[in-house]
């Protein structure tokens, strides 16, 4: 692929769209090796998002909509990290109400 290609830019210190897969599928699979819970609430960006269901559920960005902000994503997951499922995408129980009446 040419440099300018998704993906494969690397702004100065960072990291190119591979490496950051797997840097945060790496993190994810450590907590849950950690054996503390069964579950895990990590709370994050979108690109997070995107990254973590390209890695466990073998889907490319672009067949991923946007997260929406304060939404909710769940994944059940083996605790080995191998096998994944999307139960929940996007959800937000409703709409922020930033000018509430006094």
């Known amino acids: ?7 494969r830019h690397r702004p100065e ?6 490496e950051f ?3 945060t599928a790496a993190a ?3 907590e849950m090796a950690g054996g503390r819970s069964g579950t895990l ?7 997070v998002i995107r990254a973590l269901l ?4 073998n889907l490319a960005p672009r067949q991923i909509i946007p ?3 304060a939404s909710v994503t769940s994944l ?3 605790p080995t990290g191998s096998d994944a499922r999307l139960e929940l995408f996007n959800y937000r129980a409703g709409e922020m109400d930033l000018d509430p009446p006094d």
Do not use: K, N, S, Y
């Not at 390209?54 to 559920?57: D, E, P, T, V």
């Open 76 to 78: 059940r997951m083996d």
């Open 28 to 30: 994810i699979r450590a």
């Open 67 to 69: 997260a929406a902000p």
């Open 21 to 23: 897969t797997t840097r």
């Open 41 to 47: 609430l990590a709370v994050c960006h979108g690109g």
């Open 54 to 57: 390209q890695r466990f559920l």
């Open 13 to 18: 210190g960072g990291e190119v769209w591979e």
């Open 1 to 7: 692929m040419p440099a300018g290609a998704p993906g």
